[in-house]
């Protein structure tokens, strides 16, 4: 294709980082490219996964509080005091963990 030079130079020096040889983990989802392990697992913990409102009485789970609150009281009834638990999926491999440490420590092994 036809470029400018400096177009040239100007994209080995800051864009594709050949010439600077710095390490970067690019997002599977987004394609967003990042400096360090810590940041690209941050960015997709807040970004790509799902947080889902689990029913504590079976194993339904919910985009929002109150509809895993109207499951509950209508499915489950007598246990309507119950609160749903936090459940996060993982955005690469769909599986879900109950506390959000683990799965940030789950992102080591896609990384």
């Known amino acids: 294709g ?5 177009n040239f130079e100007s994209h080995l020096k800051e864009s594709c980082l050949h010439f600077s040889r710095r390490v970067g983990y690019r997002c599977p989802s ?6 360090g392990v810590n940041s690209i697992k941050s960015h997709i913990q807040t970004s790509h996964c799902e947080v889902f409102h689990k029913c504590p009485i079976c194993p339904m789970a919910f ?3 109150p509809s895993a609150h109207a499951h509950v009281y ?3 009834p007598g246990f309507g005091n119950q609160q749903s638990k936090l459940i996060y999926k993982c955005a690469m ?3 879900v ?3 959000k440490p683990l799965l940030s420590a789950h992102f080591d092994q896609h990384l």
Do not use: E, I, Y
């Open 63 to 65: 985009k929002s509080a």
């Open 74 to 76: 209508t499915q489950h």
């Open 93 to 95: 491999c769909d599986t």
């Open 97 to 99: 963990f109950t506390h």
């Open 30 to 35: 987004c394609a967003v490219v990042f400096g």
């Open 2 to 6: 036809n470029f400018l030079l400096a």
